[in-house]
């Protein structure tokens, strides 16, 4: 019965020190996991662009053409750039908003561009047959992140969904850099803003 006895604390000392040794695991990896972050993360230089003209830069739609945002901009009708990822549950909650947008503004003179970060074209082109938009869809490509020319690193997007939008000269009248808010702010910025442009 002793043996017993002792064999069962035995057992609960052993789980014991287990589950001690766990816990200052886990805790230690978070502190080296918290270190490494600060150590690594660099947060993009914020832009103040409002008033400046687009930057320009090279995205490739769905057939895999490479089109550069000079093609869309400055060309006499008011520019939206919506920057979002396949993976960005809120980007993909912003597409009924923005639909109304293109249902409302587009024969006005409205041209949505969506920007996808998706370094995976796969998962890039699923998104977009499940999410069917009518206005051009493009990708940052390879080469503009391995030159750290893309539109994300030229425009500082520090978060998904980001719109920035430009006027018919091209010139930049909204960006959220601007206001510091958070994403559902942004969002009722930028009605109110398209509503104040096109006279609602």
């Known amino acids: 019965?002793?043996?017993?006895?002792?064999?069962?604390v035995k057992v609960i000392l052993y789980?014991?020190?287990?589950?001690?040794l766990a816990f200052i695991?886990?805790?230690?990896?978070?502190?080296?996991?918290?270190k490494w972050r600060e150590l690594n993360f660099k947060p993009k230089p914020q832009l103040t662009v409002i008033g400046k003209p687009f930057i320009d830069f090279e995205a490739e739609l769905p057939d895999s053409t490479v089109h550069r945002l000079s093609e869309y901009a400055g060309k006499g009708q008011y520019v939206l750039l919506d920057f979002w990822?396949?993976?960005?549950?809120?980007?993909?909650r912003s597409f009924p908003m923005l639909k109304e947008f293109h249902e409302?503004?587009?024969?006005?003179?409205?041209?949505?561009?969506g920007i996808s970060a998706d370094r995976n074209p796969n998962a890039w082109r699923y998104a977009l047959s499940q999410h069917v938009c009518p206005w051009p869809m493009l990708r940052e490509t390879t080469a503009s992140w391995e030159g750290h020319t893309s539109a994300s690193d030229l425009y500082a997007?520090?978060?998904?969904?980001t719109f920035v939008l430009l006027d018919p000269d091209g010139q930049v009248i909204f960006s959220p850099y601007e206001e510091h808010g958070f994403v559902d702010d942004e969002r009722?910025?930028?009605?109110?803003?398209?509503?104040?442009?096109?006279g609602e």
Not at 85 to 92: H, N, Q
Not at 104 to 113: A, D, F, R, V
Not at 188 to 198: D, R, S, V
Request: charged share 20%; hydrophobic share 50%; proline share 2%.
């Open 25 to 34: 695991s886990i805790l230690a990896w978070d502190k080296v996991n918290q």
């Open 188 to 198: 009722q910025q930028l009605i109110a803003k398209l509503a104040e442009i096109f």
């Open 157 to 161: 997007i520090e978060y998904f969904p």
């Open 1 to 8: 019965m002793k043996r017993i006895i002792k064999k069962i």
């Open 104 to 113: 409302k503004y587009h024969e006005q003179g409205l041209l949505i561009i």
């Open 15 to 20: 789980t014991l020190l287990i589950l001690v």
């Open 85 to 92: 990822a396949s993976w960005c549950g809120s980007c993909i």
